[in-house]
């Protein structure tokens, strides 16, 4: 199916939930207001004309500098693919300005999982439903979501589980753990910055 079917079928099943439809070299994307986001994927997925049985990726993108002010700040991108009828869509569902939140498809793509946690994680986006929202790739005590365009590129102090970690390093470098190759006891992680 072409894109441009594709998101026709889509607006006419959820006229009031599709803000707009477009393509872009090749591709559809719906962008879709958040309320009723659930339901359009599981649509989406067992429609027999769209099968789109694959979730490709799911991400979340700050657009605090877009320039069009009618949208919000925060959204999901949902990539879907259809195996069996070998035609794509992206779904971008609104999620807020401020506290962004949206309902989990892991019922739906058990996949979604870690790439929901992943996005709570470095973009604050939070997902309703999810069965284990926490962070997966930052440290629990970590302040902040890292991608989102305020989070501030150095911080004023050091992250407080940093001192630990050097402490963990100096003790691991006395029975010759060396991860990196350096030299004996010259180990700093901070020279990577």
């Given amino acids: 199916m072409e894109p441009v079917a594709i998101i026709d079928q889509v607006k006419a099943e959820f006229p009031d939930e599709v803000i707009e439809g477009y393509v872009n070299q090749g591709q559809g994307a719906i962008i879709v207001r958040s309320s009723r986001v659930k339901e ?13 049985n694959h979730l490709r990726s799911l991400c979340g ?20 693919y259809s195996i069996v009828l070998g035609h794509e869509i992206r779904l971008r569902a609104e999620a807020g300005d401020t506290d962004p939140a949206i309902d989990s498809v892991v019922e739906l793509w058990p996949g979604a999982d870690w790439l929901e946690r992943e996005t709570y994680d470095l973009m604050g986006i939070s997902f309703t439903g999810h069965p284990d929202l926490r962070r997966v790739l930052m440290p629990e005590d970590w302040e902040g979501h890292p991608l989102q365009k305020s989070y501030p590129l150095k911080g004023k102090v050091e992250w407080k589980g940093m001192i630990e970690l050097l402490e963990k390093v100096k003790e691991l470098d006395k029975h010759g753990f060396d991860p990196e190759g350096h030299a004996h006891g010259q180990y700093d992680p901070r020279e990577n910055d």
Wanted: without cysteine.
């Fill in 40 to 52: 359009m994927l599981r649509y989406l997925r067992d429609d027999a004309s769209l099968q789109m």
């Fill in 61 to 80: 993108v700050d657009n605090s500098r877009r320039k069009d002010p009618g949208l919000s700040k925060f959204e999901v991108v949902y990539n879907l």
